[in-house]
């Protein structure tokens, strides 16, 4: 399998003048220049206006709640601000209600909540759009709430992520409502804890040029369920299948839990599927749940592998 270079990249200066006008404080909001002591009071301070948080290297054992407005928050040094342990309201390291909000270069970790969904974002109103962030060791990375918003992904890593225990449903990598859109491109999802590593009840997907590495995965699920149908395009993204799984019949589903969407304009084309090495079974690419045609071009399929089957 090829992998991907999924990194967090180091940038030489990401609005330096603001950074360096904060002096001791953690977060600085771009715009002015002040700096705060927590990341929810800089973003107390942009209100239902349109801002950025400029987050300096560190651990940080908070979380903040965005209440309105366009945020974006970014580390200075993309990769070293990170958000270790702490939820806000039961949910996640930050709960999103603004109109639209950016994350940039963001490391979420070791998020847990006692309904089994603790993540790294929590989206509940608006658009969302995350670049180059790492969410790892937690329930869930992302997961929203319904609404005419999009989800765009980009650059991201998702690890050691989702669960199914304890009685209660499962959580997934990254688990998107019925929203307008999501489009998730150069990732990686990898060594899955359970459930599915991409779920999504979207009427449009873009899933491009991804990898699926589910080699040290633990009772894991499918790499891609699209719950209710969709239309737009799977492509280019490599899908490693391993030995652990609660359930390995498919690599991909179609409207598993109830047809909301049509799925005969879903191209699925340039993909590969396969299994670790030494691993003989069988499973299928694509399991549609429907009676849409869903048009699946050329993908390059492990033996072992059917390409498409009618559940």
Do not use: W
Not at 42 to 49: C, T, V
Request: net charge neutral; charged share 20%.
């Amino acid at each position: 399998m090829r992998t991907l270079s999924i990194t967090l990249l180091v940038s030489a200066a990401i609005t330096a003048t603001a950074f360096a006008q904060s002096g001791p404080s953690p977060f600085t909001v771009a715009e002015s220049g002040q700096g705060f002591p927590t990341l929810s009071a800089a973003i107390g301070a942009i209100g239902d206006r349109k801002g950025t948080v400029i987050v300096a290297p560190g651990t940080y054992h908070e979380c903040a709640v965005q209440q309105g407005g366009d945020l974006t928050i970014r580390a200075a040094t993309p990769g070293t601000a990170i958000f270790d342990g702490v939820p806000c309201e039961g949910k996640a390291a930050l709960v999103l209600r603004g109109r639209t909000s950016t994350v940039d270069g963001i490391v979420f970790q070791n998020l847990r909540v006692p309904d089994g969904n603790g993540a790294g974002i929590r989206l509940e109103s608006g658009s969302l759009t995350v670049v180059n962030s790492l969410f790892r060791n937690s329930e869930e990375g992302i997961l929203t709430g319904d609404g005419p918003g999009s989800v765009t992904i980009d650059r991201s890593t998702f690890r050691k992520l989702g669960r199914c225990d304890r009685d209660l449903d499962c959580a997934h990598g990254v688990y998107i409502g019925r929203m307008a859109s999501l489009t998730v491109t150069r990732s990686r999802f990898d060594q899955g804890m359970g459930g599915h590593y991409l779920k999504t009840r979207t009427a449009r997907v873009a899933i491009t040029d991804n990898s699926f590495d589910d080699s040290a995965g633990h009772v894991t699920n499918y790499m891609i369920d699209l719950s209710n149908g969709a239309t737009g395009t799977i492509t280019g993204n490599e899908m490693v299948q391993g030995r652990d799984k609660d359930n390995y019949s498919a690599f991909i589903t179609v409207a598993p839990e109830g047809r909301e969407h049509g799925s005969a304009g879903l191209v699925i084309d340039g993909n590969s599927a396969s299994f670790v090495p030494g691993l003989s079974r069988s499973s299928t690419f694509v399991a549609n749940f429907t009676d849409d045609a869903v048009r699946i071009g050329s993908n390059r399929l492990a033996g072992g592998i059917k390409v498409q089957d009618r559940r």
